[in-house]
């Protein structure tokens, strides 16, 4: 997993643990993973103690780095999360045990003395120690520490990438405004990043966090820009007459990959970001719209409704190897293929409402992920964990986004607010 | 005879008058008098004297919504980007009316109901705007003058989750470009 561009927000993440204290991983490693594959589906028992801090300033600090903790645990999917923090009693049969002390000023009071966080996980009852570190957080860097330590848990006892230090975009607003807004995954740090009185949609991240591409009506028209993320800055991709829609990025190269109407109808375009056509995929009388890359950069799932009703269709990079991918419901969009390229997740109309589906990205196995609760449940975009979805709903009336666990079906409210929250992307 | 019946008019007022005045005259009583609101006061407009031929309206169409001089939206059935009757019948008229002023351009927008995904409501929103104006182009409205936008979903013209406003937002709006 990359980290995102921190200049967003204030969250720096110099995140480099100064000291790995006595570190006993090299054995317990593999014990442990062997026990969390064991318990794939099962989840694993984890009690967080209070972060040990002296009075004042410091205590609220560790209470925040613990509440941090709890949270992301809970949200990995992975674990049942017990201990004073969690508001659970303690007479689980733990597995494992988080620990950790608050040393020094804390980066809040603004104090000179350096301040020192140490956190540890220790394998239970015994209580062994499978991971230490300490953290030197700079200002404002407290959430991300704890993030960053349990992305290093998640990685360790799962095998698998955290996502606590990714962020989402997505477009809010309303009629004819919409501006980007950025989030960061657990809900908190949430910044505008937009404000041109126009309508921003559709925003993709870079691979590397650096820049988001994104569909605006800023000239009156569409356009594809590119919002370079460190210093804010937006400039033109490209503005075709006609539709110029749903940029997303190539895996591993400097390439977005659109529909632009420019020629009548909506066809699928790989273009640089200098706006040159690089291939044309797609020449049919139809509407193609809705790409996304595998990710390994060689094959892409994307919309046709030249049956009459939009399906999915995979093609290679080169728009040669059609085959068509979803033939249950008259009505499939917006596919997007999982992190570990086998599964994409879409969304099919039934009725009046839409529904997100997974299906294998042979075709096979197609499951809805909602139901009639959701209304409608649209614009999937996956974590790098391949475990989580975002997605808008208007379940409660007005569309906002959602993080649904695609493995134990949990899910979590992401953003709030009256207004509307559409076509988020998560960030590698 | 008009003549006769304002005389008998002003005959009768005159009588009810004096009849009324009569029957003040008898009992003077204390009355206490409101003064007439003075904003009843207007000032009469002055006519003017030798009333001047007023210049030509000199209308520049291209600012006007194309809504206030006869030009109609057009809708569509769920789902398609094919005219209606009712949609032909009404873009003959607009045909008309822009054939008659053909300095002006227009921006004709693509628009959905909320139903269905962003991506796809907006080609197909597209898709409506450019069969409006193939139609248009073919009553003889120049094709520079055309220019097409979609918003998709994007920009209801009615707030609501039923057929009604499903309807009145599955449309083709003509406005200014």
């Known amino acids: 997993m990359r980290r995102i561009s921190p200049a967003i927000s204030h969250a720096a993440l110099a995140l480099v643990p100064i000291a790995l204290l006595l570190c006993t991983q090299a054995h317990a490693q593999s014990d442990v993973v062997l026990q969390a594959e064991q318990t794939a589906t099962r989840k694993l028992d984890i009690r967080v103690d209070r972060v040990a801090a002296p009075a004042g300033g410091a205590a609220a600090a560790a209470d925040l780095v613990g509440r941090v903790i709890v949270a992301d645990l809970r949200n990995s999917g992975f674990f049942r999360v017990g201990g004073a923090l969690a508001g659970e009693g303690e007479d689980l049969p733990f597995s494992f045990a988080i620990t950790g002390e608050l040393a020094g000023d804390p980066p809040a009071t603004g104090g000179g003395g350096a301040p020192s966080l140490t956190l540890r996980l220790q394998a239970m009852p015994g209580g062994e120690m499978v991971l230490g570190k300490r953290y030197a957080p700079a200002s404002g860097q407290l959430r991300a520490t704890a993030h960053h330590f349990v992305d290093e848990i998640v990685r360790l006892l799962t095998g698998e990438s955290g996502v606590n230090l990714t962020r989402i975009v997505f477009s809010r607003g309303q009629g004819d405004r919409r501006d980007l807004w950025v989030v960061d995954y657990d809900g908190e740090n949430l910044a505008r990043l937009t404000a041109n009185r126009t309508l921003n949609l559709c925003p993709s991240w870079s691979p590397d966090g650096q820049h988001i591409a994104f569909t605006s009506y800023a000239a009156g028209q569409q356009g594809v820009f590119l919002l370079e993320t460190k210093s804010g800055k937006v400039r033109r991709v490209i503005a075709a007459a006609g539709l110029n829609l749903g940029p997303v990025w190539h895996p591993q190269q400097q390439e977005l990959l659109l529909s632009l109407s420019k020629d009548g109808d909506p066809e699928i375009y790989r273009i640089d970001l200098q706006g040159r056509v690089l291939r044309r995929l797609t020449m049919s009388p139809a509407i193609e719209i809705g790409p996304d890359w595998s990710p390994n950069g060689r094959d892409l799932v994307f919309t046709s409704d030249r049956t009459g009703s939009p399906q999915l269709y995979v093609m290679d990079g080169d728009g040669a190897a059609r085959s068509r991918l979803t033939y249950e419901g008259e009505y499939n969009d917006a596919g997007v293929w999982s992190p570990n390229g086998e599964q994409v997740a879409y969304v099919t109309r039934i009725g009046n409402r839409t529904f997100l589906v997974l299906i294998s990205s042979g075709g096979e196995n197609r499951r809805l992920l909602t139901d009639e609760s959701w209304r409608h449940a649209e614009d999937p975009s996956w974590a790098p964990d391949g475990r989580h979805l975002v997605f808008s709903s208007d379940r409660s009336g007005v569309f906002k986004l959602y993080v649904l666990d695609v493995v134990d079906g949990t899910w979590r409210q992401l953003t709030a607010g009256r207004e509307e929250d559409i076509t988020p992307s998560w960030s590698r | 005879m008009k003549g006769f019946r304002r005389w008998m ?169």
């Open chain 2, 9 to 177: 008019l002003l005959a009768m007022s005159l009588t009810l008058g004096v009849v009324l005045a009569a029957g003040c005259g008898k009992k003077p009583q204390v009355v206490t008098e409101t003064p007439p609101p003075q904003t009843e006061v207007q000032p009469e407009p002055s006519a003017p004297v030798e009333p001047t031929p007023a210049p030509a309206p000199t209308i520049d169409y291209a600012d006007l919504a194309p809504g206030e001089y006869g030009i109609e939206d057009v809708f569509f059935a769920y789902d398609v980007s094919t005219l209606t009757e009712a949609a032909m019948a009404v873009l003959d008229k607009n045909a008309r009316i822009m054939n008659e002023h053909p300095q002006v351009n227009y921006l004709v927008e693509g628009h959905c109901d909320e139903r269905g995904t962003i991506e796809y409501n907006l080609a197909l929103g597209e898709k409506r705007a450019k069969s409006v104006v193939n139609y248009l182009v073919s009553l003889g409205v120049a094709p520079a003058r055309l220019r097409v936008v979609s918003y998709g979903e994007e920009h209801p013209f009615t707030q609501g989750h039923d057929e009604s406003a499903w309807a009145a937002n599955r449309r083709a709006h003509f406005a200014k470009p």
